[in-house]
């Protein structure tokens, strides 16, 4: 035991004693936080689509679509004035402000006095100034081909920003069969969100008349467009209160047990190819012969698999503790503003997910662990280690498949057999974990795991002897694979 521990310290120390390990902690909830926040800032990145649109039906579509898109935005502010003065003065004040802005039913002429009201000062700007995503413009001509030198911008059009290029122009034309025909010119191939802006405004626009030329008041019309199902979601899992509704909290522990299962995934993959890549630089290096001159076979073996597998509880410590620190500190910030987020961040960070996550990492990471050290050992270079790595690359990807689909079919039959399978139990199970699967698929599929694992760990310390001692090496796996076919 003492061997064992000694090559488990010295692995361990092997990666945790270096500027590299460290900076990768650091990188990794960076590269997360970038990577959280890429998507929103690509979006406030791009410029303001500015578009232009052209009637040739005579029904004054423009004008529909130009008091749409101000409608909207005037729907934004006052959505953003409610939520800020709600949060910094509570609803009472809220509903002021709102009273007070509301006296323009078709614009923001009142937003400056609605501010005052609430007391924000100068935050009516921000609330009203904000980039906006598409705005339209007046047409700087009435014929595509004079429109073309705006739309790939050989001229310019005037702005709220100054001269700009005219992203799309859209062509409204009479059409037999339909209301209207939309002819959609622009540069940008790929963007098609004015496009579908203006297609959404006139659909809406069409319809609400269908109804006034049936007889309907405007009153009336406003009351069927408003007509919406209310969908009441029961809780009706055992042990749940009677009539108890389903919160975003209830469903909070299916996204994160497949986030855990993904993070699981991509631990397990990156320690287990540590394992071969040091394995590999050691055989060649000759230092596995001194460790063999020291240590039996199995104390190497149980000693790097728990060096490796201390660098990794290492790694999610530090990580589960900063993340916790964070998550307390902004949640009880946030709960003070919306009491339903205390309860959201409890179910995040239910222990029991905790602990089956350590269960099923330790269980995956010795089966996988054990693997990769059998491949090392039967490599001298890592060119050697990629040839044979194939098989169980795919066999590791395999679940993610799996994981891609299961947050709506958590009682797939085929995701419940596939859990089933030990070198993906780790996984699956680990995201079938919040649907309650029942007690004997858990138990069973756990066992069967627990006994792959013992009979893989045992298989890989035959192979490991075999490649350690050079009794046998990537050429043998091929050979033996060979000499298999050819028996076929």
Known sequence: M??????????????????????SILAVPIFAAIGGALPGLIQD????????????????????VRDSLEAQRRDEVR??????????????????ALAVFDQDPDGLRYLDEAAAQAGLGEAAA?????????????????????????????????????????????????????????????????????????????????????????GLTPEELESVMALNP?????????GAQAGAEVTRADRAPFFVAIAIAFVLWLAV????????????????????????????????????????????FTLFAIWGAVGGGLALLGGAVMAGMNPEIAALLGSLFDPGLLLAALFFFAAGYLMYGAIFLAMGSLCDTLQ??????????????????????????????LLRAASWFPLWTPFLMMARLPSDPPLWELVGASALMIFTTVLVVWGAAAVFRQGALRQADADSVRRFFRLKKNSA
């Open 126 to 214: 921000a609330l009203g100034g904000e980039r906006r995503e598409r705005v339209m413009v007046d047409p700087p001509a009435r014929d595509i081909e004079a429109l073309r030198p705006y739309l790939t911008g050989a001229r310019t059009v005037d702005t709220p920003e100054g001269e700009r290029a005219l992203f799309a122009a859209v062509i409204l034309r009479p059409a037999p069969e339909a209301p209207v025909q939309i002819e959609y010119h622009s540069t940008n191939i790929t963007s098609d969100g004015v496009s579908d802006a203006v297609r959404s405004v006139l659909r809406t626009h069409f319809r609400e008349a269908a109804f006034m030329e049936r």
């Open 79 to 96: 959505g953003r004035l409610e939520a800020m003065v709600a949060a910094m003065r509570g609803d009472a004040a809220a509903q002021e």
């Open 230 to 238: 209310v969908v009441v979601e029961i809780d009706a899992r055992p």
């Open 384 to 413: 050697d280690a990629q040839t044979l790595m194939g098989p169980v690359i795919w066999t590791l990807l395999l679940p993610m498949f799996f994981l891609f689909f299961s947050i709506e079919a958590t009682d797939s039959v």
């Open 2 to 23: 003492r061997a064992s521990y000694l090559i488990a310290r010295r692995e361990y120390l092997s990666y945790v004693a270096t500027w590299g390990f460290w900076l």
């Open 45 to 64: 990145s791009q410029p303001t689509r500015y578009f232009t649109v052209i009637d040739e039906t005579g029904q004054g579509l423009d004008q529909v």
């Open 269 to 312: 993959f990156s320690v287990a190819n540590m394992l071969l890549t040091s394995l590999v630089e050691e055989k060649g290096g000759k230092i596995i012969e001194l460790l063999l001159s020291t240590a039996r076979f199995h104390e190497i073996l149980i000693g790097k698999l728990a060096g490796v597998a201390a660098v990794s």
